[in-house]
């Protein structure tokens, strides 16, 4: 397995990827339910009102816990904000700061920088990737897995004949989820935490899919 980078993330136990990433396991056990329901509760496919209060009191406790590790003046900024950011919003308006993060990651990572590529060979496919992932989540659950994943697709036959390891593929797709979580606590204070646990399971799963689409074909490709 390849180690978290520790650029990318300074304190693994109070990251948002962390805090939001067992979040519907937490509430599922809490409720004794099924965590694939609380997910779908989550995403408005499914009613509970019993699900819903205990997600909103797992949300507040995560803005809390992140809310603590912005500076004051930061959260006083952002209380006087308008209307809520979403996600996708934000990786539209981030996209080249995006692929520089994912960039400075990639060649810091002692796995990845075994392929010795120029630096915008590396970076060709992320962009395209990062446009395709805020396509997908624009789609319901149903449509996302039949989505075409052009940019997933020769990605995976890109890199086969690069030279990476399945592994190293699926790294990349790692350090995208990263680079998109950092930008979301960046802006968290701008963000309604309910609209953003569903930003991030579209965006988990659209990435998600993509890793499989782009493994399909780096497979293809041996």
Known sequence: MYRDNSST?????TSPQNLYRGLYVRVARKLSVDPSYV??????DRRSNEIENALRDALEEITQRLRKRLPAGENRASR?????KRLTTLMEQNRNRLQK??????????????????AQKRTAPILPLIEETMDIM????????????????????????QG???????????????????????????????LLLQDL???GEALDLQTQRALQHYLAEN
């Open 101 to 118: 993060q994912w960039l400075a990651h990639s060649q810091t990572d002692s796995n990845l920088r075994k392929v010795r590529i120029p």
């Open 80 to 84: 006087s904000s308008g209307t809520p």
């Open 39 to 44: 997910s779908r509760v989550a995403r408005g």
């Open 201 to 203: 399971t579209q965006f």
């Open 9 to 13: 993330n300074s304190d693994p136990a």
């Open 164 to 194: 990476f390891t399945a592994m190293g593929l699926v790294e990349e797709y790692n350090l995208v989820r990263r680079c998109v979580f950092a930008l979301a606590q960046e802006h968290f204070q701008q963000m309604d935490p309910q």
């Open 138 to 161: 624009k789609l319901s659950v149903k449509r996302m897995a039949t989505a075409s994943m052009k940019a997933a697709m020769q990605h995976g036959r890109l890199r086969q004949d």
